[in-house]
């Protein structure tokens, strides 16, 4: 369930609130049964235990009789207030309706039992809350040898295609890996990984901006908006008059949170957030710099490898050139990695048909351009994250095995270039001097 923080202390394995004397004399004899104490079974309903979890610990199995609401789907969302993540919930009530007992297994509550209970129904339902609560701490083992895989995508300049990248490797870690995966947008207020996927955005990042301390597995589980089995989107499309205000905090426990339920995120980090929330990127495996081989995209790309040194100095960086034109290039892929002093480890070829019908369909990229160069570039892109590409061409392989020559500081004879290449374009009549 989801609550606050709230400073550790020991939990009860088992506790009870039972509205009516059988009732609860049926529970208490389940309950010594099985090991439990039978003191920590008594009178009160949904309202007595709302209010009594929330001065204590939770239990580890909960027992709550409904019978005293009104509107149990309404109230039950108090319980969650209160009770700790990982506490199992039985209900009982008196409703037989099918939809009320759905939608209390969608909340989050274990199993709903239809009074009068039988003893045989309670021992059941108490030993199978007992086995939940048991099953985690037995796949603990398997989960803690899978390696969870975080990544952050930035743009070294608006406009070069970071989002389309972050949303087309989401997208193929999600269906041709079917990897477990998260994408986390962090532009609040103009981020474009759930139109990518043609989706409403919701408000789950806005509220885990708002409120940290209610992130946790429930929390996630009910905020993000499920692409397809395996991917999950975590987004929002704040109002323009409101400000992000935040320490940070909030997307450190979502990269936490994130860990413990995919195996991999990938994160859409715009520059701002990334400059201001350096704790971000550095809780990263890997981040991937997306940028255009231009004047501009040289010296930010420049800036920003010098950035990440310093404030993420254990992630990875692969340098990725977009929408790459062998023919049409405003520098020279020599020329950028002599000025960047690395070298460019992917190009993503330009395919204006594929993203224009990637735009049209609310798909990404790497769906809409399936069978082309574009999208063998970004599958051999997603294998690199994961370090098992080879070495190979510009045609959208990768060149890992050697490590960039270096060469010296070169923007200066770029600038210079930039401004012939300007010359040449102009027209004749505009090169004439005035007379």
């Known amino acids: 369930m989801n609550a606050p923080w709230k400073p550790a202390a020991p939990r009860d394995p088992f506790a009870a609130f039972l509205c009516d004397d059988p009732t609860l004399d049926r529970v208490r004899s389940a309950a010594v049964e099985l090991g439990f104490a039978s003191e920590k079974c008594v009178r009160g309903g949904l309202r007595s235990a709302v209010q009594a979890l929330a001065v204590s610990a939770s239990p580890a199995i909960l027992l709550v009789d409904l019978s005293d609401c009104s509107d149990p789907l309404n109230e039950i969302n108090a319980l969650a207030e209160v009770c700790e993540p990982g506490t199992v919930v039985v209900a009982l009530g008196q409703a037989n309706d099918v939809r009320l007992y759905r939608a209390l297994i969608a909340s989050g509550i274990h199993d709903y039992l239809l009074k009068p209970v039988a003893a045989d129904q309670l021992l059941e339902a108490i030993s199978g809350a007992r086995t939940a609560l048991l099953a985690p701490r037995a796949a603990a083992a398997a989960e803690a040898e899978r390696t969870h895989n975080a990544i952050a995508v930035v743009g070294t300049r608006g406009g070069v295609g970071a989002s389309t990248i972050a949303a087309s490797l989401a997208w193929l870690a999600s269906t041709a890996e079917g990897s477990p995966t998260a994408l986390l947008d962090l532009d609040v207020h103009f981020g474009t990984a759930s139109l990518a996927f043609d989706l409403e955005p919701g408000r789950g990042l806005a509220d885990a901006i708002e409120t940290p301390s209610r992130i946790d597995g429930l929390f996630i589980e009910r905020a993000m908006i499920r692409a397809n089995e395996n991917l999950a989107i975590l987004s929002s499309e704040a109002p323009l008059s409101t400000p992000l205000a935040t320490d940070g905090s909030a997307f450190v426990q979502l990269q936490d949170e994130f860990r413990q339920a995919f195996a991999r995120t990938i994160i859409d980090l715009p520059r701002s957030v990334m400059l201001n929330f350096p704790q971000v990127p550095a809780r990263t495996e890997l981040v991937v710099l997306v940028t255009e081989l231009t004047l501009a995209g040289a010296r930010d790309t420049i800036r920003i490898l010098a950035w990440l040194r310093a404030n993420a100095p254990d992630a990875r960086t692969l340098v990725v050139a977009n929408r790459h034109q062998q023919t049409h290039a405003e520098i020279a892929r020599s020329e950028f990695e002599s000025t960047i002093e690395g070298r460019i480890e992917h190009f993503v070829p330009l395919d204006t048909k594929a993203a224009v019908a990637a735009a049209k369909l609310g798909q990404t990229l790497a769906e809409a351009a399936k069978g082309t160069r574009t999208a063998a570039a970004l599958a051999t892109l997603l294998a690199a994250t994961r370090g ?25 004879a770029l600038l210079a270039r930039g401004r012939q290449l300007a010359a040449a374009k102009m027209p004749a009549a505009a090169k004439v001097p005035a007379q």
């Not at 020559?405 to 200066?412: C, D, G, L, V, W």
Request: glycine content about 8%; aromatic content about 4%; hydrophobic content about 45%.
């Open 388 to 412: 098992t590409a080879a070495a190979d061409t510009e045609g959208g392989e990768l060149l890992l095995d050697q490590p960039a020559a270096r060469s010296p500081f070169a923007m200066k």
